[in-house]
């Protein structure tokens, strides 16, 4: 898999909702490369301030070579990366890790909690080329919830710009249904040939992960850990597995099928 360290442009930058923010950066050899559910390491600031890179999931790779990536500020990284402006540049390690592996279109569904969500619009958005590329556009379905209104409707309208459907859910009912993201995926009543990817809280991932084993349906997910690294060399992502020992998030994942991981934890 070919990665690239590049300092790149920041080309465009947009608060989504209080505290999240999306930037958009100019790294053409990044995007050929990159597949849906890797992630890059950004380096803030020239000043290595923080000194470590920070790692996001890849939102969105077009054909023009730009990337995005979708955050919220949680620290002095995120806060630091929420000042870049037009014109500077940031410092680009990627993509790392596995992705999602990609089945049927019709047969997806992607749930999407928080900043989980990030990584799913590039994958709606590939499974949306892959469908068309092969016949008529076969569009996933896709569930994405937040804590409310402000935090997930800018999201919920740019799944719908790519004419997805969205099912949404927040914690205090005022978008969608009132309650969670698993609630609404119950519902569906998936047949057993679908598969569900999934990136959210930790919490999130295992309920959906007893869900998909229960009614027999395949499920991806993707781990957040902290990391510092990305390459598998500080071993500070290491996730337990079911059948005993760790992996690494950022070199083995950060996406499992959700039946390798150990959830009791
Ligand atoms: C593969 C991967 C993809 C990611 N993609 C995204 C993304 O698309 N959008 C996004 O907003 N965030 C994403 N994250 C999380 C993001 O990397 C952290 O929020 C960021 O590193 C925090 O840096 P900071 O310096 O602002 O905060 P720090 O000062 O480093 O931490 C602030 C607080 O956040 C907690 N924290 C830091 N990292 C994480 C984490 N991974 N999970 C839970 N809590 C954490 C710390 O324990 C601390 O309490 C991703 C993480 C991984 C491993």
Redesign the pocket.
Known sequence: MSQFQKKVDVVRTELVARDVFRLTLMAPEIVAAARPGQ?VMVQIAENKD?LLR????I?QASSEGLLQ????V??????LLAQCRVGEQVSLLGPL?HGFIMGDPGKACLVGGG?GI??MFFLAHRFIEQSSSAGPRVMPRVILGARNREELEPLVIDFQSLGVEVLAATDDGSLGHHGLVTDVLKKLNLEPESTVYTCGPRPMMAAIHHLCKKENIACQVSV????ACGMGACLG?AVPMKGGGYRH?CSDG?VFASGELLWSL
């Not at 920070?54 to 999931?57: K, L, N, V």
């Not at 949680?74 to 806060?79: A, L, Q």
């Open positions: 992630f923080p920070r790692p996001f999931s939102h990536i979708l955050f919220k949680v620290g002095r990284g995120t806060e890790g900043m990030a990584p957040e850990t902290t990391m992502c998030a950060p």
